[in-house]
């Protein structure tokens, strides 16, 4: 399927309902709109206008062969875990959802990224 000619603004509308099906998930960022658990991201808004999302190897290539989509390529870097969502899916929040759960669930599983220490002032 072809991507349909969505405007940013409507993507971003998009993926904030799609973070609104999880009540754990909290959305952050302002220019690139993104989720986390533990220290890690899990889905998150590129500056190319589109929706990526961490997923555990299984459902990734089931992901990839189900939406004929790619893995993420950001700043020249392929992003092994990440997929790209094709935008007729974004508008298919119930469909999506499933798939975002996956990826909530396979991040909090990873192990927590250590606290950045505050420096104390002498």
Known sequence: ???LKISREQKIKLYD???????EAVRKGDTMPYTSVNGH???YF???DFVALKLPEAERLQFLDQYKTTLVQQYGIVQK???KVPDYLLEN???LASWFVIS???TGSLKPKPVAKSKKKA
């Open 1 to 3: 399927m072809a991507d």
């Open 17 to 23: 309902k799609l973070v609104a099906t999880l009540p």
């Open 41 to 43: 991201m899990y889905s």
């Open 46 to 48: 590129t500056k190319d």
């Open 81 to 83: 875990e990440y997929v």
């Open 93 to 95: 929040t119930i469909e």
């Open 104 to 106: 909530y669930q396979y």
